[in-house]
């Protein structure tokens, strides 16, 4: 008869049964050596026959947890292609859910390499900071540069004098000043993004779960 038990049952089962069958297979013996004139082994200091059966028993153990746990791990991954969750960014099975919260974290097959949201955001965000700080530095040194032109062409007593001549400094200023070309109102792009996956990130732990607690599989 088919044993039924839920997702959550079954993950946990299965990750018990990977220390268990490792420790199993760490503890088993299954050759030793005797002397022809003795009765028991030397490394486990029993008679052949016991160590004959022990040897036997523990490999039938480690075969049969290691069927159990491959049927518990097909009956997972059969699950989680048939099961589908809802999130705002649409419907994924529970296996393709998976798969993309852990290429989002960096640790899928190819680690944070297919972490391709994070490295868009990452590579906006340095760049419009590089931006902002040249624009910055540009414009000093162009203000220091007018501030120069101005005391040239007045003085220092420049209160005294006409202030047209300045009308050439603010010029040259509006010409020459660095200005940020961003047709994709990139800070908007940035904080819809991160907004996006934060969101779904949350959404895709909260439906997995609760997929898991309810979705039964049988054994």
């Not at 297979?25 to 160590?51: G, L």
């Not at 040249?134 to 203000?143: C, H, P, S, T």
């Not at 996956?197 to 599989?217: G, Y």
């Amino acid at each position: 008869m088919p044993e039924k038990m839920l997702v959550t049952q079954a993950l946990d089962e299965r990750d018990l049964l990977v220390k268990k069958i490792s420790d199993k297979i760490s503890k088993a013996s299954f050759v030793d050596t005797v002397k022809k004139n003795e009765e028991r082994v030397y490394e486990k200091r029993v008679s052949r026959e016991e160590f004959a059966r022990d040897a036997g028993a523990s490999y039938q153990q480690i075969l049969d947890l290691i069927d159990r746990f491959q049927k518990i791990d097909a009956a997972i991954v059969a699950s989680n292609a048939a099961t589908k969750i809802e999130t705002s960014y649409g419907v994924f099975t529970v296996a393709g859910a998976i798969s993309l919260r852990s290429r989002m974290r960096g640790t899928g097959s190819f680690e944070e390499d297919a972490d391709f949201e994070s490295s868009l955001l990452t590579k906006m965000q340095k760049e419009l900071q590089s931006r902002i700080l040249f624009i910055d530095m540009r414009n000093k040194q162009l203000e220091s540069t007018a501030e120069g032109m101005r005391l040239s062409i007045l003085g220092k007593d420049s209160k005294t004098k006409d202030a047209k001549p300045l009308e050439v400094v603010e010029a040259y200023v509006r010409e020459n000043k660095t200005e940020l070309v961003d047709p994709l109102e990139v800070q908007k792009k940035i904080d819809t993004l991160q907004e996006k996956r934060d969101k779904l990130l949350s959404e895709l732990d909260t439906q997995i779960k609760v997929s898991n607690a309810t979705t039964f599989i049988e054994i």
